[in-house]
């Protein structure tokens, strides 16, 4: 056989082979054309994100009583079911929440919530929520009950800084004589004395616990004004004597102060030894507390200091001796 002819034959095959494997791919291709009715296979749809939104949440821990500030917050995005999970009264802007004071302790990264975490219902505690992790190291805090003339009218709030004010009524003297082992008692003429001084400054209130409110609708005694059934659309503060304990931060030998004041106090209001508060400015809470920056007060000073006149003994003396008398 000749060479040309053999070379006929062999792209023969190569050609009859290619067409029968480009056959099978078609069949393959087309699932067997007659073995199945069913529609060819589609593409699932890329499902879309669910929404998001800026939430304010804590940049730092946060203590019970402290006022928030814009370096204590943040903004996280969140999905709108993970913020509706937290049961509503978040913030969007941390305009919302600076200035306001935190109830109970928040920790970094907690989202701010109106309802949870904010001081309500006139400054009062939340039953149940840690204040040990509101008091600065080395300093205890102690509770003083107040009423609306020595707690600033009950209107004090955790976060507040308050000045403390010890008043002492004394009314006698001891006077050791010159002997040995003598004394003698004076017993002031008038009413007993009274020496005032602001012992303990700049101390910061970390609750405070009102008493139980009247049933709705009840009658509120007001020593001013006949009783009375209120039903404002606020809750406003009434002169209605009621009184607060507040829990204040102070340093322990304060405490001790604080402590021996409130024991050594009468039954009586304002009768033997008294302790109230004085409130501070917001604008002076990082101001260096200290006891030594004021005189105190007493009768004498009050003369000396303020010239306020003390009583004329001359309408009551002999005339002989008022001549002595000298101011």
Known sequence: MKRSNRLLILLGLIVAISGAVAAAVVANGSGGGTTSNGPSPTTLPTPTPEPTAQV?????????????????????????????????????????VVGRIAGSDISNGKAIVDSRDFVTNGGAAVEGADLAGSIA??????????????????LLVPGDHVDIILSVYVDQLAITGVKAGTTTVLNFPASPQVTTKMVIRNRRVLATLLAPAAPEGAAVTNTAAPLVTPAPSAPLVQFNQRHMLVVVEVMPEEAEVINWAQRAELTAARNYIDLSVALRSRLDDAAKASHTDTGGITYYQLVQNYGVLPPDPRAVIPAKLGLVIQW
């Open 56 to 96: 304010v949440v804590a940049k730092q821990d946060i203590h019970a009583g402290d006022t928030i500030t814009a370096a204590m917050l943040t903004l996280k995005s969140m999905t709108l079911s993970e913020r509706d999970a937290l049961g509503g009264g978040t913030f969007a802007s941390v305009d919302q």
């Open 137 to 154: 190291q080395g300093m205890d805090a102690v509770s003083m009950e107040v009423d609306q003339v020595t707690g600033v009218g009950t």
